[in-house]
């Protein structure tokens, strides 16, 4: 079941999805590596939060158990507790 629906004004073409609120290790060009909470997914994306902001159209790569995730960062997006809410484009993924 999709986390909300889609507003009027919304410019996803996907519902997300919520999820555990698995924090995962991510790399990304040029930043190393750092680890990140996945809060939701849709079938082209994902938002992340992190302890870092990660520049727009920076590289990443996500391991989930035995599958990697690339995409590239759309936003980074400050809360007020000091993390951000990163939006990742998944370009593609493969066994690990």
Wanted: charged fraction near 30%; proline fraction near 8%; include cysteine.
């Amino acid at each position: 079941m999709p986390m909300q629906e889609n507003k009027p004004d919304e410019r996803r073409r996907e519902p997300r999805y919520p999820t555990l609120n698995r924090v995962v290790p991510v790399t990304a060009d040029g930043l190393g590596g750092f680890d990140a909470e996945i809060l939701d997914v849709s079938r082209s994306g994902l938002r992340l939060k992190a302890q870092k902001a990660i520049p727009s159209e920076r590289r990443l790569v996500l391991r989930i158990d035995h599958l990697e995730i690339e995409g590239t960062v759309r936003y980074s997006r400050p809360n007020e507790d000091g993390s951000f809410d990163i939006g990742v484009k998944i370009c593609c993924l493969w066994p690990a």
